[in-house]
């Protein structure tokens, strides 16, 4: 029982420090910036849960509810980059590519976050993720500094869901280090401005 207990803590604490901040496109707060985590690519397109998370950015944009979409994920080969093939695809689905801009070091979710925060400067944030994954990803980016609004995607309960979902009580583990060690990323480099400089861009559109 007690096993059970150490083993479900983190999961709760997740649920606990997400509280109500979690909805819909339609429900979510205006905020300058989303922040879109990767999920993988099939033959250098988006998966579709990945797809999903980008139509929900674009909305996002569309509804005039964020102004710039940062989208981060895994370009550790030359042969895998999935921040450009998000952008490639809010591109064709209306995003413009001036208001994209690119992590290519987003290796995990807490990566994401500090990186957000302290290379790209985000302070404020609407998050875009599956259901499963969105309370980790607020808690996370809380921790990181970014004040944030969970868009949780709903897919249907298939055996990726059900993965996800599973994968979730384990990540959960180690999401509870991170806000306790507060590692580095895995590369961390230089402040970048093109997230400030996508805004002042927007600001300065007619």
Same mark, same amino acid.
């Given at each position: 029982? #007690?096993?059970? $207990?150490c ?7 997740? &649920?606990a420090?997400? %509280?109500?901040?979690?909805?819909? $496109?339609?429900?979510?707060? @205006?905020?300058?910036? !989303?922040? $879109?985590?990767g999920?993988? #690519? ?9 797809? &999903?998370?980008?139509d929900?950015? !674009?909305?996002?944009?569309?509804? %005039? ?8 994920? @895994?370009?550790s ?5 999935e921040?450009? !093939?998000m952008r490639?695809? #809010? ?12 992590? &290519? ?27 499963? &994954? ?15 609004? %969970? $868009? %949780? ?10 993965y996800?979902?599973?994968r ?10 991170d806000? !306790?060690?507060?590692?580095? /990323?895995?590369?961390?480099? /230089? ?6 400089e ?8 007619p």
């Open positions: 029982m #007690l096993a059970t $207990v083993a479900l803590a983190p999961a709760t604490w997740l &649920h420090v997400a %509280g109500d901040r979690t909805g819909t $496109v339609t429900g979510a707060p @205006d905020r300058e910036v !989303a922040v $879109v985590f999920a993988g #690519l099939r033959e250098g397109r988006p998966t579709p849960y990945l797809a &999903h998370r980008l929900a950015a !674009a909305e996002l944009y569309r509804a %005039g509810k964020v102004r710039v979409v940062l989208v981060t994920g @895994d370009n080969r030359v042969d895998y980059d921040p450009d !093939a490639t695809y #809010l591109v064709r689905r209306g995003v413009p590519d001036g208001r994209i801009v690119s992590d &290519h070091a987003g290796f995990d979710t807490w990566d994401s976050c500090v990186r957000a925060k302290r290379i790209f400067g985000v302070d404020r944030a609407v998050l875009v993720t599956q259901g499963f &994954h969105i309370k980790r990803a607020l808690a996370l980016c809380d921790a990181a500094g970014i004040e944030s609004y %969970g $868009v %949780g995607v709903a897919e249907p309960h298939d055996r990726i869901w059900y996800g979902g599973v979730e009580l384990f990540a959960a583990g180690k999401a509870a280090l806000v !306790a060690l507060r590692p580095d /990323p895995r590369f961390l480099g /230089p402040r970048e401005a093109g997230v400030t996508a805004l002042a861009a927007s600001a300065a559109a």
